[in-house]
């Protein structure tokens, strides 16, 4: 664990060294407010690790394995890969359900949030010091209420989910899609960033 926590510390230093020649990069600033420039960084290098937090009680959810399983499952179908407890800054895809039985414990209503959070680079200065650390933030989430006869809710949060993992894996380059749009109508990019967006090719 030291040595994970050692790498990190190196990746910080790294990731917010003074640039050697800072002539050489540019600086491109959308204006399109909820635009998360984080969907252009995931490619198929990016690995991925599912967290279940079960607050449902009454028996009203009893399959949290398997729907932990059949996102994972859904992630490698789409060509991602799944990150293992070392693995320093995946994307974290976190499922969470609270929920309780009703109608003399014969039905159950269950609330549901996919939250998918990627790790952040942030920055706090004060005077001439400055401070740096490493935060998750999330790039996509949806949540709602459901309910249902017990003997069949487990089905039904189970599909919930995978339909909710399956629109977020389809919707990815429809965003990347969406931020290079949003790029192409600022008119105070350089000629460079211009022609380098316009011919970024999403994957």
């Known amino acids: 664990m030291k040595n994970i926590w050692g790498i990190l510390a190196l990746v910080v230093a790294i990731t917010f060294a003074p640039a050697i020649n800072a002539a050489e990069l540019t600086n491109t600033f959308i204006r399109g407010f909820g635009k998360d420039v984080g969907w252009l960084g995931l490619n198929k290098e990016q690995k991925f690790q599912v967290k279940i937090i079960d607050s449902v009680k009454d028996g009203c959810w009893t399959n949290s394995k398997s729907v932990k399983k059949a996102v994972e499952s859904e992630l490698k179908r789409s060509g991602y890969k799944l990150a293992d407890e070392y693995v320093v800054g995946p994307i974290i895809v976190y499922i969470h359900s609270v929920g309780y039985a009703i109608d003399n414990r014969k039905s159950c209503i269950v609330s549901y949030e996919l939250d998918i959070q990627r790790m952040l680079a942030d920055k706090f200065s004060s005077v ?76």
């Open 128 to 203: 001439k010091h400055h401070l740096r650390s490493w935060v998750y933030a999330s790039l996509w989430m949806r949540s709602g209420v459901m309910d249902g006869p017990k003997n069949g809710i487990n089905q039904k949060i189970k599909d919930n989910y995978v339909d909710l993992m399956q629109s977020f894996l389809t919707g990815i380059a429809a965003e990347k899609k969406a931020i290079l749009e949003e790029i192409a109508r600022v008119d105070y990019v350089s000629s460079e960033a211009r022609a380098y967006w316009s011919n970024y090719k999403i994957d």
